[in-house]
């Protein structure tokens, strides 16, 4: 409870410094007096950047987990898994059918897209005689980068290259009213992955161990997917890709405070959100006014810390085999 109250904490001045700092003038009096430029900056750009921001940290954060407890790999991220990559070809031909106005059809793709691609992924596990710690993240990197390749390809076929650049970098420089509504879907979704943590558990056990205990493990794994594919294409079509949040997190709370999925999704969802309320606040700040994309920010403290968790693992296993 003391931890739970503790990330309350740090999330509630984070979000105060968030929604303070910014080009245009605020005040906090002010908009508690009803001042109707404060209130007005307040509601159309501070408070949907915040709420965007929470909801991206902690969809990318329980997106990993999910993936991780599945596979029964802690490397493992929507990132890594191709998740990203495949949305991206979704959102790519959601531009070439309909143009780049079409936000649900942009979507619609990336979701199914994305669902089919991550199937493949773990389609393509299922074959492997070896699963090693560093050889599933290895296949999600290289299927990512074929479908990344492909996907570039062709955008430059039918001269959409530039409008595919946005999705590229996750940036919040542009939510306002009315840019950000689709991330709300995360919050059914992040309730949902609540309810189906036990079976997530179990299916991470293997088919075979998950149909003996009852289990209808293909269903499970499906709905786990389905939860992963929905949150992060709603992400990446609003705000962009933005890497390693979904694979450091999950992985600093497993440290932190033990493998129990439903016992650590709070952490999990909230550790997500502080991660990435830090970077936003970041970026904002290095070159003020001007802003850098987070996903800059993000990518080279996480992997920073992803290293830190190589690192870890590497003594801990060299630790147990010298133990006599």
């Known amino acids: 409870m003391k931890k739970k109250l ?66 029964g790999n802690k490397f493992v991220s929507p990132a890594v898994a191709g998740t990203m990559d495949w949305c991206r070809l979704g959102i790519l031909l959601a531009i070439i059918l309909a143009g780049s106005q079409q936000t649900w059809l942009k979507l619609l793709l990336a979701f199914v897209v994305s669902l089919a691609g991550t199937l493949l992924f773990l389609t393509l596990l299922r074959q492997l005689s070896y699963q090693g710690t560093y050889m599933v993240p290895l296949i999600g990197l290289m299927l990512g980068l074929v479908v990344s390749s492909v996907t570039s390809l062709i955008a430059y076929r039918f001269d959409v290259a530039q409008n595919l650049q946005s999705w590229l970098q996750g940036s919040f420089s542009l939510i306002i009213e009315g840019r950000y509504e689709l991330l709300y879907l995360g919050l059914p979704c992040l309730l949902l992955a609540y309810l189906y943590a036990a079976r997530f558990t179990v299916a991470g056990m293997g088919e075979a161990t998950a149909v003996n205990l009852g ?90 810390v992803f290293l830190a968790l190589i690192l870890r693992r590497r003594r801990r296993v060299h630790g147990k085999r010298q133990t006599p």
Request: charged share 10%; aromatic share 8%; proline share 3%.
């Open 6 to 71: 503790i990330l309350i904490l740090l999330l509630f001045v984070l979000g105060c410094i968030s929604v303070s700092l910014g080009v245009k003038a605020f005040s906090w009096a002010g908009l508690l007096s009803g001042q109707p430029a404060d209130r007005s900056v307040f509601w159309l750009s501070r408070l949907p950047r915040l709420i965007s921001i929470l909801i991206t940290g902690a969809g990318l954060s329980i997106s990993g987990l999910i993936l991780q407890t599945i596979t």
């Open 215 to 304: 289990l209808n493990y293909k269903a499970a794994t499906l709905a786990g997917l389905t939860l992963t594919a929905l949150m992060t294409s709603a992400i990446l079509v609003t705000v962009g890709s933005i890497a390693f949040v979904g694979l450091i997190i999950p992985n600093l709370v497993s440290i932190w405070h033990g493998d129990h999925i439903r016992h650590t999704m709070f952490e999990t969802a909230a550790l997500g959100s502080i991660f990435l309320l830090s970077c936003d606040l970041i970026s904002r700040t290095l070159i003020y006014p001007h802003e850098i994309p987070i996903s800059v920010t993000a990518g080279i403290i996480g992997a920073g």
